[in-house]
């Protein structure tokens, strides 16, 4: 059995991707964890998701 989805705002998280921010920013903004932000960019919306992952790998 798979656990309950967080009840987050999508519209936010799509919204600051959007903008540029990483799955790590949006992920300290929003209060969860930047795997769980890139799940929902992939379920929610957007095609370029490999290039901010990159990003987050590489500024750390």
């Known amino acids: 059995m798979a656990?309950?989805?967080k009840n987050l705002n999508e519209n936010l998280i799509l919204d600051l991707y959007k903008?540029?921010?990483t799955s790590?920013?949006?992920a300290?903004?929003?209060g969860v964890s930047p795997t769980t932000v890139m799940?929902?960019?992939?379920k929610y919306g957007t095609?370029?998701?490999?290039?901010s992952v990159k990003?987050?790998?590489i500024q750390n």
């Open 3 to 5: 656990r309950p989805e």
């Open 19 to 21: 903008q540029g921010y």
């Open 24 to 26: 790590r920013e949006i």
């Open 28 to 30: 300290k903004q929003v």
């Open 39 to 42: 799940n929902r960019i992939r």
């Open 47 to 51: 095609v370029s998701v490999s290039f």
């Open 55 to 57: 990003r987050d790998f």
